[in-house]
């Protein structure tokens, strides 16, 4: 977490003497636990620094617009100045994005429309965060509980008199992480916010007097609109929160209170932005998180995953030291930063002293950092990395980190030719800045997205893949996929499994990992195989620079994981009550949602948790009817055990069917308009081998 930017305005001498107080007493507060580097810190501890730099430094932002407020809105309005979509670089375009926009507007429009009319502003029932903190707090089986306790629930209107959504425009400084482990989406956030007008396109519309936001993830390479409310986590208890003494020492005085405790952004409990009042940090984090079900399942990621969701890129992952030629990656990868693609880097965990969190030039171990640009200047090669907690204490100590030999011997001429073309300040404590030697030696890991200018699409197939026997390897050939190309053209493809943060709690207990290769049909030579990768993805990608007209096979190839929730374990939580209901429904739904993405998935079996459309309600015979009775008891000998079968599956075996293995296999292609014709799937029947039958499965991509 953060800690916040210094002041720049002097408090007066009596509310100085006041906040010394307060931020004495509030050590009382002890309750209020918060996480660093995934590792909790003592509350009393953690409490004595939120609430110094809270009550010390409120007006300690920023501020882009020179002090100037900007007049509320008074209708729902568009995410930004930049409304074109089809800009150079940005969102990847067809699939449904116009209509995911579209629906976005609608929406935000309906709910300002509906709420001016009550003279209410909007709170949104499916994510209260006031009334329902159990519900957007916590996973299904919560491991944060005593880390996520946030001391209440506040309107963005109630935090600044006049806040704006962008102060000017998006950029990395902009970004302060907070108490929440999701360093992998702010990292990318911080990342994309670098190439201006990105992020006012996430952000479609909103009503700011109302409180009402629409934004637009791309999740399962489809793009779905998310509306929040501007209720936002804080760090401060309300005055009457504090113990009598706690009051005493503030004079009893609450208005002063509320003045310096709970006004600004720097009381909240989760993200905020480095600028006075502006808000579209914290509320693209909420949400993201609404879109995941709970803030806690934001914890912990790739960010690479996360620019696939904001963006609809491409991602690749690769461990450093497998770099060939690294002037060529230089020149065809990390020059372009910033320009048609996305990077992050992170340092691998250690594997003695685990409990360490920095390295020896303060770099934080499992801790995502994003790539802000790459540049030549002077005869050297350097790099601008950003720490999402913005502001720390560790500064970069290597070497060009400030105060180093290689500043000071530098000639003033020199020194601010580097510093102009890297844009980069000395002393600013959110980034800092290596020559690429050191780059290649101070990470281990690395993740890139490509996204797409306006002339490319993209199309998508997701099927459902039979169960294979236990002991059994999948091999090539299990499941393919067709895809037809009109005329030449680059090509990306991407072969996915379904996401399961959003209820990884009832994910069953196989994880998957995948590779391809491609061939033109007919061909028995592989045109291009998938990038290797190093960690569980849940993707992997393979670029050809360019294909011919024709039809092509892809055919993957899965690995199965074993072990990672043990048997019957959604049986003995639901038999042991260790579940909330309403999570567990909405988790349900969510699985179901994504299952129903394949093709060939068997509805009548996910129909039950599948939202009913509001023009579309159920009739009484679609409910399901309930369970047979049990059968009668047989008279055979209880001890004797049946014979198993040869070639079952842990499918078949499993007596709980939530043990049972489900992997759903998604394929996309990117390709030039106009020259990716059709992309199909196909299962071949047991024993056929890879050979497609006269009229076979073939399904055609939506």
């Not at 804080?234 to 005085?253: F, G, V």
Request: glycine share 8%; proline share 6%.
């Amino acid at each position: 977490m953060p800690l916040p930017s210094s002041g720049t305005r002097n408090l007066k001498e009596p509310l100085s003497a006041l906040l010394v107080g307060i931020t004495a007493t509030c050590l009382a507060l002890g309750a209020y636990a918060t996480l660093r580097n995934g590792k909790p810190l003592k509350a009393r501890v953690k409490l004595t620094a939120t609430i110094r730099a809270t009550l010390e430094r409120t007006s300690s932002y920023t501020s882009k617009s020179g002090g100037a407020t900007s007049t509320l809105k008074s209708a729902a309005t568009k995410g930004g100045s930049d409304d074109d979509i089809s800009g150079e670089i940005g969102l990847l375009l067809g699939g449904n994005l116009e209509a995911a926009i579209q629906e976005c507007k609608e929406r935000v429009e309906r709910i300002s429309r509906e709420c001016r009319a009550e003279n209410r502003k909007f709170r949104d029932l499916e994510f209260d965060l006031e009334s329902d903190k159990e519900l957007c707090l916590y996973t299904l089986s919560s491991t944060r509980r005593s880390l996520l306790c946030p001391a209440d629930t506040i309107r963005i209107t109630d935090l600044w008199e006049h806040p704006k959504f962008f102060a000017d425009h998006a950029n990395p400084n902009d970004i302060r992480q907070g108490t929440l482990g999701d360093c992998w989406f702010l990292s990318a956030l911080s990342t994309i916010s670098g190439l201006k007008g990105l992020v006012s396109k996430l952000c479609v519309a909103r009503d700011e007097e109302v409180g009402v936001y629409g934004f637009i993830f791309c999740k399962h390479g489809i793009w779905t609109p998310v509306i929040v409310d501007d209720l936002l986590y804080s760090q401060m208890p309300i005055y009457e929160n504090l113990r009598t003494r706690e009051q005493q020492i503030c004079r009893q005085d609450k208005d002063a209170y509320n003045a310096m405790a709970r006004k600004g952004g720097e009381g909240l409990f989760f993200a905020k932005s480095g600028y006075d009042g502006e808000t579209w940090v914290p509320l693209i984090e909420k949400a993201f998180a609404k879109l995941h079900g709970t803030y806690e399942a934001l914890s912990g990621g790739q960010t690479a995953q996360a620019l696939e969701d904001l963006t609809g890129g491409v991602n690749e992952s690769w461990k450093i030291m497998d770099i060939l030629d690294t002037d060529r990656f230089w020149e065809e990868e990390l020059s372009k930063a910033g320009v048609d693609r996305f990077f992050d880097v992170s340092l691998a965990r250690l594997t003695k002293n685990a409990s360490q969190t920095y390295n020896t030039e303060n770099l934080v171990f499992r801790h995502a950092y994003s790539v802000l640009r790459a540049r030549q200047v002077c005869g050297r090669r350097f790099v601008v990395i950003r720490n999402p907690w913005g502001k720390t204490i560790a500064k970069w100590n290597g070497r060009w980190g400030d105060g180093s030999k290689e500043w000071t011997e530098l000639g003033r001429e020199e020194r601010e030719e580097i510093l102009r073309v890297m844009e980069y300040k000395l002393g600013d404590y959110g980034t800092l800045m290596m020559e690429y030697s050191d780059f290649l030696t101070c990470w281990h890991y690395i993740q890139r997205v490509i996204v797409f200018d306006s002339s490319w699409r993209a199309s998508q197939i997701w099927i459902e893949v039979p169960p294979k026997p236990d002991g059994f390897p999948w091999q090539f050939g299990e499941v393919m996929y067709y895809f037809t190309l009109s005329k030449p053209s680059p090509v990306h493809i991407v072969l996915s499994q379904i996401d399961w943060r959003a209820f990884e709690d009832i994910s069953g207990r196989v994880w998957f990992l995948l590779d391809f290769y491609v061939c033109k049909r007919g061909e028995k030579d592989w045109r291009g195989v998938s990038a290797l990768t190093f960690l569980w993805e849940r993707s992997v990608s393979c670029y050809l620079e360019t294909l011919e007209e024709g039809e092509y096979v892809v055919y993957p190839r899965v690995q199965r994981y074993f072990g990672f929730k043990k048997m019957c374990y959604f049986k003995e939580a639901l038999q042991e009550k260790k579940w909330d209901e309403r999570k567990l429904a909405r988790a349900l739904t969510r699985r179901a949602q994504c299952f129903a993405l394949a093709e060939n998935a068997d509805h009548n079996s996910i129909a039950p948790y599948l939202p009913t459309a509001q023009d579309a309600p159920r009739p009484p015979n679609a409910i399901p009817p309930p369970p047979p009775p049990p059968p009668p008891p047989t008279t055979t000998d209880p001890k004797k055990k049946p014979p198993i079968p040869t070639h079952v599956t842990l499918y078949e075996l499993c007596k709980d069917p939530e043990d049972r293995q489900k992997l759903v296999l998604g394929l996309r292609v990117y390709a030039k308009e106009g020259c990716l014709e059709s992309i199909r799937g196909w299962i071949p029947s047991p024993g056929m081998g890879a050979y497609e039958p006269e009229g076979g499965w073939p399904v055609a991509a939506v």
